[in-house]
């Protein structure tokens, strides 16, 4: 079974530009995530969809962040206008909606990234 | 304060010792704890999760003190191969990590 895949694996823009991310989660997982980790710091959470829905995105940092999951399979996340402080890895995770069978408890299964570099 | 505290290391250790890391959180809340690996340059992996009363995987052993708001994780028997990152990590839903703790196992 094919795991999460996101792409591109490395992005290099100047400041200003628009870049787009994508994510396209295990097949039949509800839950899609987007964590980043910017140089030196923690991984942190951006924002959560079930299915096509936006369940949380307390996490984005600000507007110029644009997270969509139309038809609930795989997700973008499109930054614009890109700024120096936006580089860093972007992780995507997905996650089964186990609570339905009753276990209450989901493991998130995460791509390998994209490196963003902001010039 | 940071939500989840760990000793970034690095951890140095020869083949087969015993390493053991420790990981403080703050949100009295959190309900639910895990131990995630991160190799260089790579996803991280759920390493496994981390129960109150304990759980062991092999040479894993994950500990919960809820009283001290801390988790811990023991490796037995050192490999080369468990040379990565380790996160610990809390939360439910959306997950909070630590910076990570870093492990080289030498020969």
């Known amino acids: 079974e094919a795991g999460v895949t996101q792409f591109p694996s490395h992005s290099v823009i100047e400041k200003g530009q628009t870049v787009t991310l994508r994510c396209d989660p295990i097949?039949?997982?509800?839950?899609l995530y987007w964590y980043r980790r910017v140089m030196g710091k923690e991984i942190k959470f951006l924002l959560h969809f079930v299915k096509e829905s936006k369940q949380d995105e307390s996490g984005m940092p600000n507007n110029r962040f644009l997270a969509e999951r139309t038809g609930g399979t795989y997700s973008t996340l499109k930054v614009q206008p890109a700024e120096l402080e936006d580089s860093g890895v972007y992780f995507c995770a997905s996650s089964q909606d186990l609570r339905l069978l009753g276990q209450g408890q989901e493991t998130q299964y995460f791509g390998p990234g994209t490196r963003l570099l902001v010039l | 304060r940071k939500e989840v505290e760990q000793d970034p290391g690095p951890f140095n250790v020869p083949e087969g010792a015993t390493v053991a890391f420790n990981c403080t959180y703050s949100n009295s809340a959190s309900q639910s704890f895990f131990w995630y690996r991160q190799d260089c340059r790579k996803e991280p992996k759920l390493l496994m999760s981390v129960y109150s009363s304990g759980n062991e995987d092999g040479r894993f052993t994950a500990q919960l003190n809820r009283a001290s708001q801390y988790i811990s994780l023991l490796i037995r028997d050192s490999k080369l191969s468990d040379s990565a990152t380790y996160l610990c990590?809390?939360?439910?839903?959306?997950?909070?990590f630590g910076k990570g703790t870093m492990l080289l196992v030498s020969p």
């Open positions: 990590v809390s939360g439910y839903s959306t997950l909070t």
């Open positions: 097949s039949g997982h509800d839950n």
